[in-house]
């Protein structure tokens, strides 16, 4: 793990033949790039942290008409949670990005906070071989399945993915989504269930959490963004994965939005309350010549609850 304080980025301007991917991963605009320095990453990981603790007042604009403002709030952010800028890992992701993301110590914080232990996401049988291998494997958004040709616009617009229709006109369709499993709260085990690693999700700080099913709404001008900033607009993630968490067994559905993808190597197994849709997925699996996910044979990987607990399942952690 490298800090972005201990980094080899340059003081003066990058050489941006060998940064391209830095620059681009970390999200500095094209036009900006030229002139980057490390001063350019440092204000970058300033505002996604502002981004990710204070997210209404981000949304408002405050911290970009009101600098002092913002020093102030990431020195509360430095005493509550024990993180600075400097502090954040500059890691590569999965799929070539670079991207900021908590340490360790951060992330059980959240998890500490939030009450969170596990995550989980549905797919069927024909989606299957996409997530758990193919290409582009992992928990795609609907623009990464359109961009990397899993799926093609067609007729109104559809990809083949769940809701996609509601997530293009909402803004969600840039982000997979997963739902929160709360410690003490044993999760509806019908149907299937792809099991994702927590630590994977929320060390990342491109993710915003909903306490409801909101479809992933960015859209200044859906009338559910509008809903979303009166009840919730005020909180910061902590607060919201928090409360979603305390959500996840009372019918509302909240969710996880994670920008782009969850890799492949978040996923940590397939849970299924029937033996019939088991081996659905099983033959999906090997008709497409997946034998192994993650190291572990299809066989193990894809379980039958077999009326567990998912606790039980999860491990003790999860109790």
Known sequence: MVKLAHTNLPDKKFNK????????GLGVPKKDQSYATRDTVKKLAEKRLLEYFYTGESEKGQFKNDPDSATQYLSKIKSNWGVTPDDL????????RMQLVFSPEVVQKIMDYTGIVGMYATTGANSAPTVLGGATPGMQSITQRVFT???KFGGKGKTGAMSQDSDM?????????VRPIRKGNDP???GKRIIIDPYQVLKRLDIFAYPEDMWGVKNPKDSRWTKYLGKYGAAGQPDMLKEAAENDIN????????RHNIPLAAIQGYLFSSEISRLEVLKALKDAGITHVNGIPVEEFLKNTNNKKWFDILGKDAK
Not at 89 to 96: H, L, M, S, T
Not at 169 to 177: K, L, N, R, S
Request: charged content about 20%.
């Open 149 to 151: 040709g899993l799926f």
């Open 188 to 190: 509806d085990s019908y």
């Open 17 to 24: 033949d060998s940064l391209d991917n830095i620059l681009d």
């Open 169 to 177: 006109q909402t803004g969600g369709a840039d982000f997979a989504y």
């Open 89 to 96: 890992i500059v890691e590569q992701a999965p799929d070539g």
């Open 251 to 258: 019918g509302m559905n909240p969710e996880i939005m994670v």
